[in-house]
Nanobody, 125 residues
């Protein structure tokens, strides 16, 4: 079955860096748009960054633009999130997401979406 396993979270001081990894299995990784979401306590889950299936296109939330970089290695079935200049407000559980939309022979679109279990990032002095 499909598995997304995040790693790399932890405690870091403000201004520090972390790199999150999400290793995928049981799926054709290169067919999926991969994204990172965060969810802070008491808040909705929100998109942080996304990267297209072949890595040619990325997008970021305004709050992380210029500080975070999303990348992927389709040979290793892994997506990364390099987080620099971390701020206390970046503290959250970070989730990996995989999304694919495919049209069948009749033109009907099928959507496949998977989530990882999340990894905690805490930015505090």
């Amino acid at each position: 079955q499909v598995q997304l396993v995040e790693s790399g979270g932890g405690l870091v001081q403000p201004g520090g860096s972390l790199m999150l990894s999400c290793a995928a299995s049981g799926m054709t990784f290169s067919s999926y748009t991969m994204s990172w979401y965060l969810q802070a306590p008491g808040k909705e889950r929100e998109l942080v960054a996304a990267i297209s299936s072949v890595g040619g296109s990325t997008k970021y939330s305004d709050s992380v633009k210029g500080r975070f970089t999303i990348s992927r290695d389709n040979a290793e079935n892994t997506v990364y999130l390099q987080m620099d200049s971390l701020k206390p407000e970046d503290t959250a559980v970070y989730y990996c997401n995989a999304l694919s939309r495919e049209a069948d022979y009749s033109g009907r679109v099928h959507e496949y979406e998977y989530w990882g279990q999340g990894t905690q990032v805490t930015v505090s002095s």
